[in-house]
């Protein structure tokens, strides 16, 4: 089996799923504000319960994706998402109240869920000691679609906070298409599993994990760190208003550059510091930089040092592969659809807290009863969090090169 085929695709889907998140950011508060007929603050605590939601949704979807994916394949539940995706799009183009976009950002989560077939499709075909630069590549697309869609949006949200959900509905209905004529299956006929509902559902998922060697510890740490990540899809565009006065053109232009220093990270980033450290490190050394950045964030008031603590948001790139990669390490030839499920459902509980521990300490600290205003209370949360990874990552015991000790099994 080839990667020429596969990886493409894969890393079309990632982009688009990153613009299809990234292109509501500029428009969110604007978009809340209108359907709602709220002012500012008011939006605040909706984004909150919004993100609690979407969620939610992708906590609940994610196991079940990654389960289907290891019986009908990769090929099936991806095409599916993007088509979910595309109805979903369309529908945030002409929602007029608030529960018809909490239906809309809930189906966002639940077919975003397609991110651990995606994974387990690099897996498939990935030997173990490159998945963590191949899942770099994934991260790049990531990156690539957060410039993307957030310039989108913020060029297009200066017309209207609905007209940037018509270019990402075009986008996802375009690569499904694409998908159907040129992405193969990835996953071997004998390496399928039947599906489980007991395995499909976060308890069943969690159980699995337990019984998975070193399995908990790693998703202890996705969960604190998505934790801490968090801080900019949930709370940027509200804190670029309320601490730095920005325009959604404004909020589009900075979100472009996070995703530009994200994809440069991923790409030139990701593979040096593996190889240099090696997974448990290169991590550790990625969410001590992403601390820094959070503190900084938490007390600058000016468009010049916003855009200066950019810069060294690439260099925690390698946090997330890392992670993944150590994962997928865990997981035999036959699971990786089901592990990469865990991971995102790990990453789902961390959606879960977010909302409230971060846009919510933010929408009290702008309130207007609030004791101090301060818009950047969220990033000191997300430093916390971004402390409490770095501690349970170093308790991770270290193995060879990172290889841990389950035979790896590889896929050609």
């Known amino acids: 089996m080839t990667a020429s085929r596969t990886i493409p695709f894969i890393v079309a889907t990632i982009f688009v799923d990153a613009v299809g998140f ?20 008011h939006a605040i605590e909706v984004g909150a319960w919004i993100g609690l939601v979407m969620a939610v949704a992708t906590f609940l979807a994610s196991p079940v994706l990654g389960n289907l994916s290891d019986h009908y394949g990769r090929r099936r539940v ?12 369309a529908l945030l183009t002409i ?61 297009l949200g200066e017309i209207g906070p609905r007209a940037p959900f018509v270019a ?11 998908g159907i004529f040129v992405f193969p299956e990835t996953l071997r006929p004998d390496r399928t599993r039947a599906f489980d509902w007991r395995r499909a559902n976060p308890l069943g998922a969690w159980q699995t994990m337990r019984g998975l060697p070193g399995m908990g510890g ?7 760190w998505q934790i801490a990540s968090l801080v900019y899809p949930m709370t940027w565009s509200f804190y670029c208003i309320a601490q730095l006065g920005w325009s959604p053109g404004m909020i589009g232009a900075s979100l472009a550059a996070v995703g530009v220093a994200i994809a440069l990270g991923q790409v030139f980033v990701v593979g040096p510091a593996v190889a240099r450290f090696g997974e448990r490190d290169a991590a550790t050394l990625g969410i001590l930089i992403a601390v820094a950045v959070y503190v900084g964030y938490a007390f600058t008031t000016s468009t010049l040092g916003a855009f200066l603590l950019l810069i060294p948001v690439a260099l925690q790139a390698p946090v ?17 659809g089901e592990v990469q499920g865990i991971s995102a459902m790990a990453m789902g509980l961390g959606q879960l807290a977010a909302p409230i521990l971060l846009t919510g300490t933010m ?42 000790q389950i035979p790896p099994s590889v896929t050609v």
């Open 22 to 41: 990234g292109i509501i950011m500029p428009v969110l508060p604007q978009l809340v504000m209108e359907v709602g007929r709220i002012d500012l603050p």
């Open 78 to 89: 991806l095409l599916l998402s993007l088509g979910g995706l595309t109805v979903d799009y």
């Open 95 to 155: 929602v007029d109240t608030l529960p018809w976009l909490f239906v809309a950002r809930a189906l966002s989560g639940i077919f975003g869920g397609s991110y651990a077939a995606a994974q387990a499709a690099i897996a498939d075909i990935t030997e173990p000691e490159q998945r963590a630069r191949n899942f770099g590549f994934v991260g790049a697309a990531f990156g690539v679609g957060f410039v993307a869609g957030p310039a989108i949006g913020g060029f």
């Open 168 to 178: 990402a509905a075009l986008l996802a209905a375009a690569n499904m298409l694409y």
């Open 218 to 224: 790693v998703a202890s740490v996705l969960v604190l």
């Open 320 to 336: 997330q592969p890392s992670l993944m990669a150590m994962m997928s390490r865990r997981a035999t030839a036959e699971t990786q």
């Open 363 to 404: 929408a009290w600290f702008t309130a207007d009863g609030a004791p101090v205003h301060f818009p950047g209370a969220a990033f000191i949360v997300a430093a916390i969090f971004g402390l409490l990874a770095i501690a349970m990552l170093r308790r991770l015991p270290r193995a060879t090169r990172d290889a841990d």
